[in-house]
């Protein structure tokens, strides 16, 4: 079983539209939680971390569940620029140092 | 931009070659992190360098290693090429080796092994 798990999509939203998508992780340890955007053939970049109490950055919520262990991220009105694949990320323990493990990657195509 | 640079941006190899892909952190970073990227899948750590020594390492070969310079700028070789070495190579560097530093990202080096 992987690490950290994500529907790869794609998930097609008409422009305007919500759009949510969870992600899953195996380790009951994990200790920080991430969502990367990864446009294409480019590097990750940082959206926002999630937090336990739940976070929003913009048009963007983050939301983790502990006990089920999934992060998600939900999109509101969405833009053509949101498409994108976005990636979950997991930090363990602290012993375990700064490494970065991230989901496969859930691709969304916003359409006109 | 993360001021993170990698070279070469693309390079074609066959297998059994080696390969030495290159990365500069962003100034005043001391700890740079390589993680590869199979087409369609998520970014793997392969390992961290922390001011010149591996700082820990992903499920990788031994064929995969690493150099971390005085200025901070790092190697990644890799050893008798296999097809399924293709993919896109990304380096990260972050302030600090600490558990809670965020790593910055350059535009990595799409690998091709044929």
């Known amino acids: 079983r992987k690490e950290v798990e994500q529907d790869p999509g794609p998930f097609n939203v008409p422009e305007g539209a919500t759009v949510a998508f969870n992600c899953t992780y195996s380790n009951s340890a994990s200790q920080s939680f991430f969502w990367y955007r990864q446009d294409c053939r480019k590097e990750p970049k940082l959206l926002m971390s999630?937090?336990?109490s739940g976070n929003e950055d913009g048009r963007f919520t983050a939301q983790l569940n502990r006990a089920s262990q999934y992060i998600s991220l939900l999109i509101r009105d969405s833009k053509l620029s949101d498409s994108a694949t976005y990636l979950c990320?997991?930090?363990?323990?602290?012993?375990?140092?700064?490494?970065?493990?991230f989901g496969g990657g859930t691709r969304v195509l916003v359409k006109p | 931009e993360t001021g993170v640079t990698q070279s070469p941006t693309h390079l074609i190899k066959t297998r059994g070659q080696q390969v030495t892909l290159r990365c500069s952190s962003q100034s005043g970073h001391n700890t740079v992190s390589w993680y590869q990227q199979a087409l369609g899948q998520g970014p793997q750590f392969i390992f961290q360098?922390?001011?010149?020594?591996?700082?820990g390492r992903g499920n990788f070969p031994p064929r995969f290693s690493g150099l971390q310079f005085p200025n901070y700028s790092s190697e990644l070789n890799v050893n008798a090429l296999e097809l399924d070495d293709s993919a896109l190579y990304l380096c990260?560097?972050?302030?600090?080796?600490?558990?809670?530093?965020?790593?910055?990202f350059g535009p990595g080096t799409r690998l091709l092994v044929l």
């Open positions: 990320v997991v930090k363990g323990l602290k012993a375990a140092g700064n490494k970065l493990t």
């Open positions: 360098y922390y001011r010149e020594e591996e700082n």
């Open positions: 990260a560097s972050s302030l600090a080796a600490g558990w809670g530093e965020t790593q910055y």
């Open positions: 999630v937090y336990s």
